[in-house]
């Protein structure tokens, strides 16, 4: 290579550097976010651009996807509570706050009078989910961000093929990189018989605008219009027979009532930005039979969304605390918002616990867990780590009314880098399932000391430690 080729490129490579730590800069992001990316650019040479120019542009205000513009586009049933007859079915007044500011912050609206039931196994979740697709009559509409090509996926599979081909409009989302293994074999077997299946953001060559780093993480069925479906777990046989984790533990919530609306918005938004159709058939939105007195937002936030909403809705909930706050999360790396309400709540008397697996499938998030554990343990938080195979549950319940179950962590990723779906349920009965479900899991752990965290070897600390550096970005 000449001298003067070499210069060109050399010159090409700073002023691409520059450009971009000048985007940072003017993006206004979290100064420690902000931080850890200039460092990886300036000291990562040309692997710390790649880097960004896959998995660092923030397209927050870009509207990757428009919930608000597609729902009120839609002209849907009104089944959703108007915000002026909240206090019929909600007193507190921070309970109160909360379903406003997830209303404000995510157009999420409110349903009264559901039907709503705590699955917390692969093996009930899974069977529950095939008995309602099993009897769809008119549609079936699938959105998860792992399908693999094992065992539970062939039989969701053939099921779906067979509905099909007996006259049920199927519309299936997949993640492209959380369902990669899928083999061109087993989506072409479903479009052939009529399947309507869609990849979420499918990989580009296009490097500038690359969005590889922003993934479906949601998980949502919705059957007839009439059925929900959502939680933590997606389709793989792990979650029947476990893997070298051990079996894993999730949580997922099955629903009937107006509720499902806003499960099948949420379905119908994103297939709108997938196929590039917006669907506004009634059909699709039943008038649902009135149930159980309670209240479901179904909540959904983004990259491209104007609020981190469910960040936002957790330490909501978390700051409402009189009483106690139990949290399942199997990668616990949160953000200063989540972070400090956790810990103000311990502090202020509140029974604040926090359920981790002993293990996950992570490494560095594990490590990178461990780092924040010594701050919330001071603060009086009780920490146990699950030893029963894999915690994969994503579940929060507070003072028995406030249930928050859904498919976000509490980390990073979940709150900035993913799409993401939760149901905050307002309702005494699934908060004391809940709350009986993550006393039950603490017979399957062991419980973390402040004395036993300082007192770890000192090279395992700074391994967490290390890991922490790149909380705001992994």
């Known amino acids: ?66 919930k608000k513009s ?59 989910m095939f008995e309602a697709m099993e009897a769809a009559h008119d549609h079936i509409h ?51 018989a009529g399947v309507y299946v869609r990849p979420f953001l499918p990989m580009r060559l296009r490097l500038r605008r690359s969005k590889i780093n922003f993934r479906n993480h949601r998980k949502i069925l919705i059957v007839d219009g009439k059925y929900g479906f959502t939680g933590g777990l997606n389709f793989a046989d792990r979650y029947l027979f476990g893997n070298t984790l051990g079996k894993w533990r999730d949580t997922f919530i099955r629903m009937e009532g107006a509720a499902v609306h806003g499960l099948q918005s949420q379905f119908l938004t ?23 007195e309670n209240v479901v937002q179904i909540v959904s936030s983004g990259p491209d969304t104007d609020w981190e909403s469910i960040m936002q809705g957790i330490a909501s909930a978390i700051m409402s605390s009189r009483n106690y706050v139990y949290m399942h999360t199997p990668y616990f790396v949160p953000n200063d918002v989540i972070l400090n309400a ?48 894999f915690l994969h549950s994503k579940a929060i319940v507070v003072d028995d009314f406030i249930s928050i179950v859904g498919s976000a962590n509490l980390d990073e990723r979940s709150f900035n880098q993913n799409f993401e779906a939760n149901a905050f349920i307002y309702d005494k009965e699934t908060a004391l399932t809940l709350k009986e479900l993550f006393l039950n899991d603490i017979k399957n752990c062991h419980e973390i000391s402040y ?16 890991a922490r550096l790149f909380s705001p970005i992994i």
């Open 1 to 66: 290579m000449s001298p003067l080729l070499l210069i060109s490129l050399l010159l090409v490579y700073i002023y691409t550097v520059i450009s971009s730590i000048s985007v940072i800069l003017l993006e206004n992001r979290n100064s420690v976010r902000s931080l850890s990316w200039i460092l990886v650019l300036v000291f990562l040479p040309f692997v710390g651009l790649f880097l960004y120019l896959i998995i660092g542009q923030n397209y927050r205000k870009q509207k990757i996807i428009s």
């Open 70 to 128: 597609v729902r009120h586009s839609s002209k849907l049933p009104t089944v959703e509570l108007h915000p002026e007859d909240y206090s019929d079915f909600v007193t507190r007044k921070a309970h109160l706050n909360l379903i406003r500011l997830l209303y404000k912050n995510s157009d999420a609206a409110a349903y009264a009078f559901n039907k709503i039931e705590v699955l917390s196994d692969g093996t009930n979740t899974f069977r529950a």
């Open 142 to 192: 699938i959105e998860f961000f792992i399908f693999e090509d094992d065992r539970i996926s062939n039989e969701l599979r053939k099921l779906l093929i067979r509905k099909a081909k007996a006259g049920v409009r199927i519309r299936m989302i997949y993640d492209y990189l959380g369902s990669f293994g899928l083999t061109t074999s087993y989506l072409r077997s479903l479009r052939e």
């Open 270 to 292: 994103d297939w709108y930005f997938v196929e590039r159709k917006l669907i506004t058939d009634p059909k699709y939105y039943p008038t649902p039979e009135k149930h159980e």
């Open 342 to 389: 956790v810990i103000i709540a311990a502090l202020s008397g509140a029974d604040v616990r926090l359920m981790i697996p002993e293990r996950s499938d992570s490494r560095l998030s594990d490590a990178c867990s461990f780092s924040y554990l010594g701050e919330i343990l001071e603060a009086g938080v009780k920490v146990y780590q699950y030893s029963r195979g």
């Open 451 to 466: 004395p036993d965290w300082d007192n770890r070897k000192r090279s395992q600390k700074m391994k967490e430690s290390f």
